[in-house]
T-cell receptor, first 113, second 111 residues
């Protein structure tokens, strides 16, 4: 089936540094999402993105977070600066226009020390 | 806002046992309801979806229906296998919008 790729699978950084999580969505998909999952807890919506714009974001999407997808490249989540509570697995997802099925990547495990 | 509640955090069964997982939801929209399954080291993947109350979604031996009157949505399987061990999420999603996940039910099937 369709694959969403996330790079890297693990990232360890020091608190206060910047980190960029990369997502390669399914090729013909137009809507992109980030979700956050702290170990042992539920998936929490962060943000969705369409046509170069943030469509909706949650309270978890702090001012230190930003997303973008320069033409034809990765859909990225940038955190600057990072905090200890940002440690989690971040899942990228994408879907086609007018379709409801979200396809998820395998996640990037971010550890902030 | 939208919410989904899964009361069963963990379920342990033996192979060939009957599986029943329930969740309740709250939304002001006309819901589409999903069950997603997550295997270790992977992202959630769609198991099945139901767009209309009292209709049945079926996939890989799993069945699900939602009851609009009680705002409940259940997943069942007649005979589970060890390979069904995973985390199952009840998910709420109006068409074209973000998905709201329940807390997940970790299913362990013993051989």
């Amino acid at each position: 089936g369709p694959k969403v790729l996330q790079i890297p699978s693990h990232q360890i950084i020091d608190m206060g540094q910047m980190v960029t999580l990369n997502c390669d969505p399914v090729s013909n998909h137009l809507y992109f999402y980030w979700y956050k999952q702290i170990l042992g807890q539920q998936m929490e919506f962060l943000v969705n993105f369409y046509n170069g714009k943030v469509m909706e974001k949650s309270k978890l999407f702090k001012d230190q977070f930003s997303v973008e997808r320069p033409d034809g490249s990765y859909f990225t989540l940038k955190i600057q600066p990072t905090a200890l509570e940002d440690s989690a697995v971040y899942f990228c997802a994408s879907r086609r226009d007018n379709a409801e099925t979200l396809y998820f990547g395998s996640g990037t495990r971010l550890t902030v020390l | 806002g939208d919410s989904v509640t899964q009361m069963q955090g963990q379920v342990t069964l033996s192979e060939d046992d009957f599986l029943f997982i329930n969740c309740t939801y709250s939304t002001t929209w006309y819901p589409t309801l999903f069950w997603y399954v997550q295997y270790p080291g992977e992202g959630p993947q769609l198991l099945l979806k139901v767009t209309t109350a009292n209709n049945k979604g079926i996939s890989r031996g799993f069945e699900a229906t939602y009851d609009k009157r009680t705002t409940s949505f259940h997943l069942q399987k007649a005979s589970v296998q060890e390979s069904d061990s995973a985390v199952y999420y009840c998910v709420l999603g109006p068409a074209g919008a973000k998905l709201t996940f329940g807390g997940g039910t970790r299913l362990t099937v013993r051989p």
